[in-house]
């Protein structure tokens, strides 16, 4: 089963303005063939499909706990994507929708993406940066586990790649940002099943990274993380299970070599992670509504009567 939390897995910084163009270049990182939503659902349904998971339990709990990070980078882009298109914080809702007569939104019709408002007023869709929907063809799960662990290191090493492209399209921090700490967390799952299928073969993969070969120092956005050691951490997302994928990483594994030097660690639970920021409502776009004050007065009486 899974935990949630209501919080990002890190902070990201507030858009300095609305930017519907960025948000629909941050769509690959969600709904693309390399996306969050692909790597989500390969390691979701190989850790359900896994087999003799007792008798291969470090394998099997590799596999279950980057699951659940995945989860959590699904969560992280969509915000991200949100925030982007609507714009920076500001002090709250709106309480009056306006002459929509007037064509409040004609800007919209020429964004790249335009059904990002019209079907989702704004919000993240699992769809690519051209708006084709994600879809289960991008999902390996065979059965085999050298088979399962060498589709995940291409695609780790993929999604990499597509991250790069990304970022190089972004100026906004809250895209930036996005991308960084995917690409060190990215960097952390691709060497981990390296560090698997090594166990397992005795073949160095882990030689092939970073792929692109483009050191994470080089990106300003990727420099804090590296920091503070991120590079060198998986997180167990459990209380209790898991722990058993320290066998491959940690057992004195150590970073690689064009990253901050350190012995790899297994952390149990998950990071601290940061505030995940209000959308403000648009009435005249009917988000929530064209007219909310009755909306937030009834909220504001469940949320009394539940303290």
């Not at 090594?198 to 993969?205: A, L, N, S, Y």
């Not at 951490?233 to 970073?255: C, H, Q």
């Not at 998950?270 to 004050?293: C, N, R, W």
Request: overall charge negative; glycine content about 10%; proline content about 7%.
């Amino acid at each position: 089963m899974f935990l949630r939390i209501d919080r990002l897995q890190v902070e990201l910084p507030a858009p300095t303005r609305q930017d519907p163009n960025a948000a629909a270049a941050l769509q690959e990182l969600l709904g693309g063939k390399y996306g969050e939503m692909s790597t989500l659902g390969n390691y979701m349904f190989q850790s359900f499909n896994f087999r003799s998971k007792n008798k291969l339990k470090p394998f099997y709990s590799l596999v279950a706990a980057i699951t659940a990070e995945e989860l959590g980078h699904v969560e992280l882009v969509s915000n991200g994507v949100a925030m982007l298109n609507n714009g920076p914080d500001n002090g709250g809702d709106e309480t009056d929708g306006g002459d929509i007569s007037g064509a409040p939104f004609e800007d919209m019709k020429d964004i790249r993406l335009a059904a990002a408002f019209l079907s989702g007023g704004g919000g993240a869709m699992p769809v690519n940066s051209n708006g084709q929907s994600w879809n289960n063809d991008f999902i390996t799960t065979t059965g085999n586990v050298v088979l399962d662990l060498l589709h995940n290191f291409h695609l780790e090493c993929g999604a990499r790649l597509h991250k790069l492209r990304v970022y190089e399209t972004l100026t906004d921090p809250a895209g930036r940002e996005v991308c960084g700490y995917l690409l060190v967390r990215g960097s952390v799952h691709a060497h981990a099943y390296a560090l698997a299928l090594k166990k397992i073969t005795g073949v160095d993969i882990d030689k092939m990274l970073p792929t692109p070969n483009i050191p994470l120092s080089k990106i300003p956005e990727c420099q804090k993380y590296l920091d503070e050691g991120s590079h060198r951490r998986l997180y167990t997302f459990s209380p209790d299970d898991y722990k058993e994928m320290a066998g491959i990483w940690g057992n004195g594994e150590v970073a690689l070599p064009d990253d901050p030097p350190g012995e790899l660690q297994v952390v149990d639970g998950m990071p601290e992670g940061g505030k995940i920021h209000q959308l403000t409502g648009v009435p005249s776009a009917f988000t929530p509504d064209y007219a909310p004050e009755e909306m937030f007065e009834i909220a504001s009486k469940l949320y009394k009567a539940s303290r």
